[in-house]
């Protein structure tokens, strides 16, 4: 699993990762990551990049 994996889920106080973008949940960092791989476009995540940095 790439490090920047764990930045970019947000882990919720019952210990689940949710995808930034969509709110979807997943077990560990890693699945997020994996979520976001297949089901986000990379400009979709370019964008958010670029909000959060602003």
Same mark, same amino acid.
């Given at each position: 699993?790439?490090?920047?994996? !764990?930045?970019?889920? /947000?882990?919720?106080?019952?210990? +689940?990762?949710?995808?930034? #973008? ?6 560990? @960092? !890693?699945?997020?990551? /994996?979520?976001?791989?297949?089901? +986000?476009?990379?400009?979709? #995540? ?6 959060? @940095?602003?």
């Amino acid at each position: 699993m790439p490090a920047m994996s !764990n930045q970019l889920s /947000v882990k919720s106080a019952e210990g +689940h990762h949710t995808c930034p #973008l969509c709110g979807e949940t997943g077990e560990s @960092a !890693n699945d997020v990551y /994996v979520h976001l791989q297949l089901n +986000h476009r990379k400009s979709e #995540l370019s964008e958010a990049l670029v909000d959060a @940095a602003e």
